[in-house]
């Protein structure tokens, strides 16, 4: 029996690795970005490689993450993909297509070492086409330098936001970026939003999720929660944001590097609400190239600024 639902299976798919405006430009040599995306699902993943390897932590939170790799300390390539599940799929291509640009050599310090989360992007879709190992390394073989496709582009082809009270008030989400420098400390923050909360800008506002299309206004969960809450079951399956921060300053010890990942983690609750929840499955890894080290900027101070690059990266997510 040949089964009815289009899947990766029985369905001729194309990988397209091209994007468009809009894009973040950025300066920051050695890391290499690039997306492969199926029309036919659509879904997609985010590759980011690196040309050295690079230390990192992670802060895991939400009841439903998707994540492989979280526990390594080092790492060459950092995959977000949609699909689910099935999305590790397009991890292990980018870890085999580094094995194939390492000649094939497994000696300790060619093993490929890749992290990755996934997002689940089914909702709306009447198929389960998924990121596969053939998307991952496409990605990988089309990464540059110095640009981020924003939007609906890459893992966040399928993503959505402000879900909480129910789908049907859901807006497209996607992937957002932001970069600054502070004399020589650069900082780079990804996140493909696909939160079961809504966006909030710098003053308060809801500006995506929970959009009533009827009366042309946004849904305050915290407002509305309060007489639905005893009526409505609110739970809405499938929901996680998957941030990325690179940076080439050096801290003092791992102990500092985690907490600092973990302030910048949380920090972003300002602009996603609610945030961390039960059906959430959010993945922050923060990333050192440990190229400088400036003894003015203290790991705390570090975390500040970057949580207000993670907040801006959140707002570049839609279109």
Request: neutral net charge; contains cysteine.
């Amino acid at each position: 029996m040949t089964s009815q639902i289009k899947s990766n299976d029985n369905t001729k798919i194309n990988p397209k690795t091209s994007y468009r405006e809009p894009i973040l430009k950025f300066d920051f040599p050695g890391v290499r970005i690039g997306i492969g995306e199926y029309e036919e699902g659509p879904t997609g993943c985010t590759v980011f490689h690196f040309k050295k390897r690079v230390k990192m932590v992670s802060d895991i939170r939400g009841g439903a993450p998707g994540v492989v790799g979280a526990h390594l300390n080092q790492v060459d390539t950092v995959t977000f993909a949609g699909g689910s599940l099935l999305g590790y799929e397009a991890i292990t291509g980018v870890n085999a297509e580094v094995l194939q640009a390492n000649d094939y050599k497994l000696d300790w310090e060619s093993v490929p070492l890749g992290a990755g989360a996934i997002i689940w992007d089914f909702p709306g879709r009447t198929n389960t086409v998924y990121p596969d190992k053939a998307l991952g390394r496409a990605a990988l073989r089309s990464a540059k330098e110095n640009v981020f496709p924003l939007g609906n582009q890459g893992a966040g082809k399928s993503a959505t936001v402000g879900k909480f009270l129910d789908f049907s008030y859901h807006e497209p989400g996607g992937q957002g970026g932001a970069f600054a420098q502070f004399g020589e400390v650069k900082i780079l923050v990804f996140t493909v939003v696909n939160a079961l909360g809504s966006l909030y800008n710098r003053k308060g506002e809801i500006v995506r999720g929970h959009f009533n299309q009827k009366e042309g206004t946004r849904i305050d969960v915290s407002e509305a929660i309060k007489t639905w809450a005893r009526y409505k079951d609110q739970t809405q399956k499938g929901n996680t944001t998957l941030t990325l921060a690179i940076t080439n300053q050096k801290f003092p010890s791992r102990y500092e590097f985690q907490q600092v990942s973990r302030q910048i983690h949380v920090s972003m609750a300002r602009a996603i609400q609610p945030f961390h929840h039960l059906d959430d499955g959010d993945v922050f890894l923060l990333a050192s190239t440990e190229e400088v080290f400036d003894k003015q900027l203290t790991s705390g101070a570090f975390g500040v600024l970057a949580g207000e690059l993670a907040w801006d990266a959140i707002l570049t997510c839609f279109e």
